[in-house]
């Protein structure tokens, strides 16, 4: 049986299933992360005191992370442009692209990670910590599921280009929207864990 | 594929770059301005002002929102309500204001 509307447009709402589902899931992943903002601001506005991100935290590394986020952005959007201008070969340099740049992302904060744990510095030290490595952790697995679907539609799943290449455009235009939607909750955690 | 399709798909891409230009100097102003040690609430309000305008680009040219349809629009805004709510609950209850009104 086929799927319906993934790549006609349905004629109450205009739009595929998948995009309606994709933003919804994307708007419930605003909450998740809206709850641990929540939590921090409560945290530290009820502290005595509270130190500077940059006191404790690697800055430039942090920099150079939110550049290499920012970078796999422009490729991801980029891969799916290939794929609408019907260039597979560009679709698969960019998007190798964009899970490496993921993939220098997670290395990056793995020596983050390690550097602090070296320092004694764990998520039990104080609550500073813990809310860092609460937001930055499930930010890290947000990339890792990101990745793992973009490799899905790098590899295997780029079958379907062959069979159905607007269905596979469509379902990239998706996966790329969560990678987006990645890089903003990153854009909102730098300085607010980092500089402030 | 057609000429104008072509044509429009490049215009995009010109636009996807003058982006990723535009993010790269926020991002290097984000952290210039840290360094003049602002007072904080200054600091916080110049920090978030930054994010925002960068989330917003984000948004609305790699996600597309500035060209989508009516239902993810309504999907956003009731989002960005219960967002609201959800970040101003810690704001209020260290007011002492908030209480007051049911008292």
């Not at chain 2, 040219?61 to 970040?87: D, P």
Request: proline fraction near 3%; glycine fraction near 6%; charge should be positive.
């Amino acid at each position: 049986m086929d799927i319906p509307y993934v790549v006609k447009l349905r004629e109450d709402t205009n739009l595929y299933n998948a995009k309606v589902g994709i933003w919804l899931f994307l708007a419930s992943e605003v909450m998740l992360f809206g709850a641990l903002f929540a939590s921090y601001i409560l945290i530290r506005t009820g502290a005595q005191s509270w130190p500077r991100g940059d006191s404790i935290l690697n800055v430039p590394l942090a920099t150079f992370n939110t550049i290499v986020l920012i970078s796999s952005s422009v490729t991801m959007v980029m891969a799916w442009a290939s794929l609408m201008r019907r260039r597979f070969g560009t679709f698969r340099l960019y998007m190798g692209g964009t899970i490496l740049l993921g993939g220098v992302f997670l290395v990056v904060k793995y020596f983050e990670y390690s550097h602090k744990f070296h320092d004694g510095l764990f998520p039990s030290t104080n609550n500073f910590l813990a809310i860092y490595f609460t937001l930055t952790g499930l930010h890290m697995l947000h990339v890792m599921g990101g990745m793992a679907v973009n490799a899905y539609f790098w590899g295997p799943g780029a079958k379907l280009w062959k069979t159905n290449p607007e269905w596979f455009t469509n379902r990239v235009e998706h996966a790329g929207l969560f990678w987006h939607f990645v890089d903003l909750v990153w854009i909102f955690l730098f300085p607010t864990l980092y500089l402030l | 594929m057609t000429s104008d399709h072509a044509a429009d798909i490049d215009k995009h891409v010109r636009v996807y770059i003058t982006v990723f230009v535009a993010l790269m100097a926020l991002t290097i102003i984000t952290v210039a301005i840290s360094r003049l040690h602002l007072r904080e609430p200054i600091a916080v309000s110049v920090a978030l002002l930054v994010a925002i305008i960068k989330g917003s680009l984000v948004a609305s040219y790699f996600m597309h929102l500035i060209s989508e349809k009516k239902l993810i629009y309504a999907v956003l805004v009731l989002t960005t309500f219960f967002f609201a709510v959800l970040l101003a609950l810690p704001v209020v209850t260290h007011s002492d204001g908030f209480w007051i009104l049911f008292q």
